[in-house]
């Protein structure tokens, strides 16, 4: 979902992760499943000047500074040659700051979803991702849902068209070869690739059934940084 609010020499993005409905669920629900990740991204222009973004954004630029922030997750702050600073928050859910080298080049992408995809001179350094099960990107880590029954969420508002959606454990596999399988909200810390990588596991959703008159699709969250 986006969220755009222009003003004069500020724009705010905001990308949230679809929440459910009312609903109740059937099975062991795994503790932090169903986690929200948030994207939010703040265009601060130089003076006399406005821009306007809309998805997709890319922007580059030097990379300022990078924070712990409320949520838990971090924010990062980074300056463009034409004076423009972008504030990019990430919310979460779990700690832990990326891996980033000060006063060097990133370039960030942002999709909604939300999708976000920071780069250095290093290659992929972080990974959000909330929407279809194929995100598009398999390295350095590529992600699958399985077909496991780990709870059902049903909707329980009368208001409401009536669904019935599983929810399964997400797969992952780094490019060297490790493969691990985190239950939904589930995390840990990999070595791939001459790097350490903090993986999550946000929630993989498959609907079972619907008397809604647009379709459901399933639907896979998940996050991963570079920590070293």
């Known amino acids: 979902m986006l969220r755009p609010i222009v003003a004069a020499?500020?724009?705010i993005l905001g990308?949230?992760?679809?929440?459910?409905?009312?609903?109740?669920?059937?099975?062991?629900?795994?503790?932090?499943?169903?986690?929200?990740?948030?994207?939010?991204?703040v265009v601060r222009a130089r003076l006399g000047a406005s821009e306007g973004l809309?998805?997709?954004?890319?922007?580059?630029?030097?990379?300022?500074?990078v924070e712990v922030a409320a949520g838990p997750g971090f924010r990062m702050k980074v300056q463009r040659d034409d004076g423009a600073t972008f504030l990019v928050e990430?919310?979460?859910?779990?700690?832990?700051?990326?891996?980033?080298?000060?006063?060097?080049?990133?370039?960030?992408?942002i999709d909604p979803g939300p999708v976000l995809l920071?780069?250095?001179?290093?290659?992929?350094a972080v990974f959000v991702y909330s929407g279809p099960p194929s995100s598009g990107k398999d390295e350095p880590i590529r992600?699958?849902?399985?077909?496991?029954?780990?709870?059902?969420?049903?909707?329980?508002s009368e208001d409401l068209c009536p669904w019935t959606m599983v929810h399964g454990s997400l797969a992952f596999e780094t490019g060297d070869g490790l493969n691990f399988v985190l239950l939904p909200g589930a995390m840990r810390d990999v070595q791939a690739l001459g790097h350490v990588w903090r993986v999550v596991a946000?929630?993989?959703?498959?609907?079972?059934?619907?008397?809604?008159?647009?379709?459901?699709?399933?639907?896979?969250?998940?996050?991963?940084?570079?920590?070293?």
Do not use: M, N
């Open 9 to 11: 020499d500020l724009l």
């Open 15 to 41: 990308f949230l992760s679809c929440s459910s409905p009312a609903a109740y669920t059937i099975g062991p629900q795994p503790l932090g499943a169903l986690p929200q990740f948030s994207v939010t991204a």
């Open 54 to 65: 809309g998805p997709p954004v890319q922007f580059k630029g030097i990379l300022e500074s």
């Open 90 to 109: 990430i919310r979460t859910f779990v700690p832990g700051l990326p891996r980033l080298v000060l006063h060097r080049p990133v370039t960030i992408s």
């Open 118 to 124: 920071v780069q250095d001179e290093l290659g992929p």
């Open 143 to 156: 992600v699958r849902g399985q077909s496991d029954r780990i709870f059902v969420e049903v909707s329980s």
């Open 202 to 228: 946000g929630d993989y959703s498959v609907p079972e059934e619907s008397g809604c008159a647009t379709s459901l699709d399933p639907r896979i969250s998940f996050a991963w940084w570079r920590l070293t």
